[in-house]
């Protein structure tokens, strides 16, 4: 009988249950990304593929502004997470899964990479530079794609050892030894313990719905507040409490408010340029029926320095400030609060703010072309 050729680099038990639990955990998170989505009735990635300005930003973009296309975009996302995570915390079609998650996190990737320049178009859980969380996973998945089917327990490995045994009764050990990689079972070890650490997932997905049904019970602040995106497999929460104390105070009156729709001023040197708009202002004016009166301003500086110094050596360039007509809100307003409908409500106003841009334009030649005659 050939003896069974003895594996290269065979790593301990501990080091074998970490990488079981290291696979688990990405199917974990992948599982409850898919869930979170899906049971959010709202959820949609067209905040998320809008924001993209690298590679395929282009192409991303189309796919935000087609209504079917997104929709199917959003279908194939959640469904992909959802059975990527179940197959991955179960060891099922172990490789096959992680190549496909491997693809899904690319495409999170590609659309809004954490690099220099590019890092304020979304909302972050943290603070990245090129290798974000995305990426990390990518490469953990990579690794336990290039493992054997048989080098950790799941279904596979048990799948592959009835597999083994049906073929033992048909061919000869040496044969049998050559079709089956991975490490050998020792001598004896009874056929129920071995099932059992194939079978590893199962409580794994027992404890996911235990936690699951205790969230739900505690109305889970994740959920009511999903952002577009995410996984990415997600990104950043609001800040909820300051959105609820602005909108208390504009019910309550007697103030005015100023607010960028990208969630933050834009410091590019172009200011006929925007950044993508942010479901924050969205929040707060489909919470409050207040008047939403578009502003655009030319001429400050993004160094205060040069500002004052402006004002004194004439350098500085004239400051207008065009008024806009009240963002008409109303359809918006009457729809049920969702991600969608404050990232609708911010978008619409910044395209309010960008076409002022285009009448400050003509009015800052009007003043040239009086101030030279």
């Known amino acids: 009988m050939a003896e069974q050729v003895p594996e290269v680099g065979v790593v301990g038990r501990v080091q074998r249950a970490l990488l079981t639990l290291l696979r688990v955990a990405i199917g974990w998170h992948f599982l409850y990304e898919g869930h979170a989505k899906f049971f959010s009735g709202s959820w949609t990635s067209a905040g998320y593929l809008d924001a993209s300005r690298w590679l395929l930003g282009g ?9 079917g296309v997104i929709a199917l975009v ?6 992909g997470q959802i059975v990527i995570g179940l197959l991955l915390v179960t060891g099922t079609l172990t490789r096959a899964t992680s190549l496909a998650a491997i693809a899904l996190l690319l495409l999170y990737y590609l659309a809004n990479p954490p690099l220099v320049g590019l890092g304020l178009a979304v909302p972050s859980d943290g603070h990245y530079l090129v290798v974000d969380r995305n990426l990390i996973e990518l490469l953990t998945l990579a690794v336990l794609a290039a493992l054997p089917a048989t080098f950790l327990p799941g279904v596979d490995r048990w799948f ?7 073929l033992a009764g048909a061919h000869p050990p040496a044969v049998l030894a050559a079709d089956l990689p991975g490490p050998a079972a020792p001598a004896g070890a009874p056929g129920r313990r071995r099932l059992l650490a194939d079978l ?3 409580p794994f997905l027992g404890a996911f719905a235990y936690a699951l049904f205790r969230k739900r019970q505690w109305a889970s602040y994740e959920e009511k507040n999903l952002v577009d995106a995410v996984t990415a ?3 950043k929460t609001l800040d909820v409490a300051s959105l609820r104390e602005l909108s208390w105070m504009l019910a309550r009156g ?3 408010a100023g607010m960028h729709p990208e969630g933050m001023r834009n410091k590019s040197d172009d200011p006929y340029s925007f950044l993508p708009a942010q479901r924050g202002v969205g929040k707060v004016l489909h919470a409050v029926d207040v008047p939403v009166i578009p502003v655009f301003i030319n001429g400050l500086i993004n160094d205060l320095y040069r500002q004052v110094k402006s004002n004194f050596d004439g350098t500085g360039k004239k400051i207008v400030v065009v008024f806009g007509e009240p963002v008409d809100l109303s359809d918006l307003r009457a729809e049920r609060a969702s991600p969608r409908v404050h990232h609708a409500i911010a978008k619409r106003t910044l395209e309010a703010i960008g076409r002022l841009g285009e009448e400050e334009k003509q009015r800052r030649r009007e003043l040239e072309d009086g101030a030279s005659k």
């Open 160 to 166: 592959l050892r009835r597999r083994g045994r049906a």
């Open 200 to 202: 590893v997932g199962l």
């Open 254 to 256: 007697g103030v005015v």
């Open 233 to 235: 497999a997600s990104t």
């Open 59 to 67: 192409a991303f973009q189309w796919m935000a502004s087609h209504p």
């Open 74 to 79: 959003d279908a194939v996302n959640i469904g």
